[in-house]
T-cell receptor, first 113, second 114 residues
Framework: ETGVTQSPTHLIKTRGQQVTLRCSSQSGHNTVSWYQQALGQGPQFIFQYYREEENGRGNFPPRFSGLQFPNYSSELNVNALELDDSALYLCASSPDDRQETQYFGPGTRLLVL | AQSVTQLDSQVPVFEEAPVELRCNYS??????LFWYVQYPNQGLQLLLK??????LVKGINGFEAEFNKSQTSFHLRKPSVHISDTAEYFC????????????FGTGTRLKVLA
């Protein structure tokens, strides 16, 4: 059983650019959540996808968007990057019938200059 | 709405000593509670979780936590720490069945000293 994987591991962008982060869920999991972890802070919920539909959203602006594909891999897109978007972005997957437990990937560290 | 407070931002402790990392939560509904560990430059690893049943929960690496509903706490304990336990520890809460997001605390940095 493979775990949750994310790509790339690190990324540097400039303000105003757009970025796409990718996540491959753990085998058999059809629910994926994305979190933003700023330096020195706990992760904050961005949104969740279940069977390709958005299933809940945190307090993030619309320039944060996502997709989930039929194979349950997922993307996080951020438009018009701002300096404050610099953070570790974590993807977490969970099984259909056990949503209470989320399994996290290693994260993508984004630096916006 | 739920919230989580981790009272200590840093906890230094000597190797082989016991440790307790404190977590308090607030919620108007029943909750699930979790402790995750984050090693440097890595993602989050689940240590243990409370869903229902026994209030004393045992996890990996010798950690345990006790759910106290009256005090709305879920403190993490280990009777004897190792250097390798040095990491950031996060407490998280989610509302009961059917809700999807975790609310995390700000984390406690455990530093084990030789």
């Amino acid at each position: 059983e493979t775990g949750v994987t994310q790509s790339p591991t690190h990324l540097i962008k400039t303000r105003g650019q757009q970025v796409t982060l990718r996540c491959s869920s753990q085998s058999g999991h059809n629910t994926v959540s994305w979190y933003q972890q700023a330096l020195g802070q706990g992760p904050q919920f961005i949104f969740q996808y279940y069977r390709e539909e958005e299933n809940g959203r945190g307090n993030f602006p619309p320039r944060f968007s996502g997709l989930q594909f039929p194979n349950y891999s997922s993307e996080l897109n951020v438009n018009a990057l701002e300096l404050d978007d610099s953070a570790l972005y974590l993807c977490a997957s969970s099984p259909d019938d056990r949503q209470e437990t989320q399994y996290f990937g290693p994260g993508t560290r984004l630096l916006v200059l | 709405a739920q919230s989580v407070t981790q009272l200590d931002s840093q906890v230094p402790v000597f190797e082989e000593a016991p440790v307790e990392l404190r977590c308090n939560y607030s919620s108007s509904v029943s909750v699930y509670l979790f402790w995750y560990v984050q090693y440097p430059n890595q993602g989050l690893q689940l240590l243990l979780k409370y869903l229902s049943g026994s209030t004393l929960v045992k996890g990996i690496n010798g950690f345990e936590a006790e759910f106290n509903k009256s005090q709305t706490s879920f403190h993490l304990r280990k009777p004897s720490v190792h250097i390798s336990d040095t990491a950031e520890y996060f407490c998280a809460v989610s509302a009961g069945s059917g809700t999807y997001k975790y609310i995390f605390g700000t984390g406690t940095r455990l530093k084990v000293l030789a």
